[in-house]
């Protein structure tokens, strides 16, 4: 058993910033392990970047100190992303190692046309005859579905793009992790595992750092 722990290690200066001094603190009190990373100067008087600089700092861009290289930091960044919090998993076992959490989906937000607004307007002037009044009502719930309540039915969406009511407005990329299956058939954020039933993010669920994990670490 890894008794607690806590360490600060060095790994250099971002290249070419010979003030960007790069730090990481790793701390293991007998259950959770957090890592956190420091960006600053060398008396810290100045930290341009702190937290979760795993996230955006690049090996390649790494003047090291020894005895870091950039295949002993990607490593070491890979522990970091899997073990990083062990007590804030938003999936459980199963999902954690099967699943790919942070692959990129393109989610787009759909808007009116010019056809719709003009469309709602003449009935709202009155100009339409009730069989076409009729049919735009139950269009124009569908069209609130999609723009309003962000409805990702394919079929409505097909629909009701092709009859040029609605149009994208604008497209975002977010991780599998932050969309619902009924935002893109790949999110998983609610989806139940197909092994426990377990629905992912509905809970903070404790996973155990192995022990060669602690020890890599402890002795990095």
Avoid at 177 to 203: Q, S
Wanted: proline share 4%; aromatic share 12%.
């Amino acid at each position: 058993m890894i008794e607690p722990f806590e360490r600060t290690i060095y790994i250099g200066n971002e290249a070419g910033l010979q003030e960007h001094h790069i730090t990481v603190e790793i701390k293991f009190d007998g259950k959770r392990l957090s890592i956190t990373g420091d960006i600053s100067n060398r008396s810290k008087t100045q930290t341009y970047t702190c937290g979760q600089i795993n996230m955006s700092i690049d090996p390649k861009k790494i003047k090291y100190a020894d005895p870091w290289n950039e295949t002993r930091f990607t490593h070491f960044l890979a522990v970091w992303n899997r073990w990083h919090l062990n007590d804030m998993r938003a999936g459980c076992e199963h999902q954690e190692r099967n699943w790919d959490k942070y692959r990129e989906l393109q989610i787009p937000t759909y808007t009116w046309t010019t056809e719709y607004y003009n469309a709602r307007q003449r009935a709202a002037d009155g100009k339409m005859d009730m069989g076409e009044y009729q049919t735009f009502r139950t269009i124009s719930q569908k069209v609130y579905d999609v723009t309003i309540k962000n409805n990702r039915n394919k079929e409505i969406i097909e629909l009701l793009t092709d009859a040029r009511m609605i149009k994208i407005e604008k497209v975002e990329t977010k991780t599998a992790n932050w969309v619902t299956p009924e935002e893109h058939p790949e999110g998983i954020l609610t989806k139940p595992c197909e092994i426990c039933g377990y629905k992912y993010g509905t809970k903070w669920n404790f996973e155990e750092v192995p022990e060669e994990v602690l020890e890599y670490l402890r002795t990095v």
